[in-house]
């Protein structure tokens, strides 16, 4: 059994607004299978046609869970004007032709240990640069693995635990907010 949860930032003018969450079950989630054998699963926006349940998010994100069988090459398409990565989750393969891959092996790995990747395995994560299609080859056992992609909000980050905002006084001012018990009250932000 897999979960995975997607948090999005918000752009500043929205930075506050009441949270939200949807939850998606299974049976709610689109499939779309190719006629190469590969399965799609749509979580949030949409792939040949098929749209996922997941929406009106800010970065408007696209959320695929896809699955290749073994030995299959297989081109999927990225808006150009997004990011995107993709989360190996089991099997492996090579992802090919994107802008400058760069495989990060999240356990134990870190940052550090980033390099261009001869092959993504389980739990890999894949940072593209812009382009338009991601091109991968599953390995002997077949990939599945997350494709997510959003748009840039082009604004800064100031991140810390829970929290992301724009900038450092923005942080420190909710971090107080949250010690006081007002962070995101109704009240605390009139």
Request: charged share 25%; with cysteine; glycine share 10%.
């Amino acid at each position: 059994m897999h979960g995975f949860q997607l948090w999005a930032n918000l752009p500043s003018s929205l930075k506050m607004t009441e949270p939200r969450y949807q939850d998606v079950k299974a049976s709610d989630v689109p499939l779309v299978v190719d006629g190469d054998g590969a399965e799609v699963r749509v979580v949030c926006g949409s792939y040949r046609g098929t749209k996922g349940p997941v929406d009106d998010v800010a970065a408007k994100p696209v959320y695929l869970d896809v699955s290749i069988p073994a030995g299959k090459r297989k081109i999927l398409p990225v808006e150009t004007t997004s990011h995107a990565f993709a989360y190996v989750f089991a099997g492996g393969g090579k992802f090919c032709n994107a802008s400058r891959p760069l495989a990060v092996p999240t356990e134990p790995a870190g940052w550090a240990d980033a390099k261009p990747p001869s092959h993504a395995d389980n739990r890999s994560l894949v940072l593209f640069d812009r382009g338009d299609e991601v091109e991968l080859h599953a390995g002997d056992e077949g990939i599945r693995f997350l494709l997510i992609s959003g748009q840039p909000l082009g604004e800064p980050v100031a991140w810390y635990g829970p929290i992301v905002m724009n900038t450092q006084d923005e942080l420190r001012h909710a971090f107080r907010q949250l010690e006081d018990g007002t962070f995101l009250r109704a009240d605390a932000r009139r």
